[in-house]
């Protein structure tokens, strides 16, 4: 297992925002995935819209996007535990993850075409 922490960048107006978190994933590109699925889904499912010129998701009039990821080892992943605003972000099962992005893919797809 990778250790990971990662940035959600969010815009609200003029001001902007970045939010650390931390999870743990098996390689870079299950990092990426679970990174977007949290961007995705910051403010619920059912909130978040996709806007494919801004390259963001929307939920009303708050953009979020990702922002940095950094793999790190494992002492500093527990050391951050101790930190209550960096709980651990992993996904329960990737199933809770990898539906989500399939019907996303689908989103996207359709706005593109």
């Known amino acids: 297992m990778k250790y990971w922490i990662a940035d959600i960048f969010e815009r609200n107006g003029e001001?902007?925002?970045?939010?650390p978190i931390r999870f743990i994933a098996e390689t870079q590109e299950d990092a990426n995935k679970i990174h977007l699925y949290h961007v995705g889904t910051w403010y619920g499912?059912?909130?978040m819209e996709w806007n494919d010129n801004d390259g963001c998701?929307?939920?009303?009039y708050i953009a979020v996007s990702e922002g940095r990821i950094?793999?790190?080892?494992?002492?500093?992943?527990?050391?951050?535990r101790n930190h209550?605003?960096?709980p651990d972000m992993t996904?329960?099962?990737s199933e809770d993850f990898e539906d989500w992005l399939k019907r996303d893919a689908k989103i996207k797809e359709k706005e593109n075409n």
């Open 57 to 60: 998701y929307w939920n009303d």
């Open 15 to 19: 001001f902007e925002y970045t939010t």
């Open 70 to 80: 950094t793999e790190i080892d494992e002492h500093t992943f527990n050391t951050l």
């Open 84 to 86: 209550g605003s960096l």
């Open 91 to 93: 996904p329960k099962k």
């Open 45 to 47: 499912e059912d909130h």
